[in-house]
Nanobody
């Protein structure tokens, strides 16, 4: 069974930093693209950052220059380093990944979501 396990959320003051981690677990898996999304109550879920298997990155305009996405392929983990945090960054952050898995009868590519981790930035 493939799972995405998130960690690193918490409460931080404006201007502070947090580092989110998302680790994919499972046998014979290969991760394609991974990304971070966030959703605040009453708001639409938005993509924050994404990284491809070739490590090219993309960021939402609202976080450019402040957030950095990276990955460790050996550990099947993606990170989101968040600096200069603002109150408007407060949301539940979700990681998402397209993962290929070999089951013995072929490869299966599926999309997975993490459980979400709360990030709260106080003013």
């Amino acid at each position: 069974q493939v799972q995405l396990l998130e960690s690193g959320g918490g409460l931080v003051q404006a201007g502070g930093s947090l580092r989110l981690s998302c680790a994919a677990s499972g046998t014979s898996i290969s991760i394609n693209a991974m990304g971070w999304y966030r959703q605040a109550p009453g708001n639409q879920r938005e993509q924050v950052a994404a990284i491809t298997s070739g490590s090219s990155t993309n960021y939402a305009d609202s976080v450019k220059g402040r957030f950095t996405i990276s990955r460790d392929n050996a550990k099947n983990t993606v990170y989101l380093q968040m600096n200069s945090l603002k109150p408007e960054d407060t949301a539940v952050y979700y990681c998402n990944a397209d993962i290929s898995q070999y089951s013995g009868r072929g490869y299966n590519i599926s999309n997975y979501w993490g459980q979400g981790t709360q990030v709260t930035v106080s003013s």
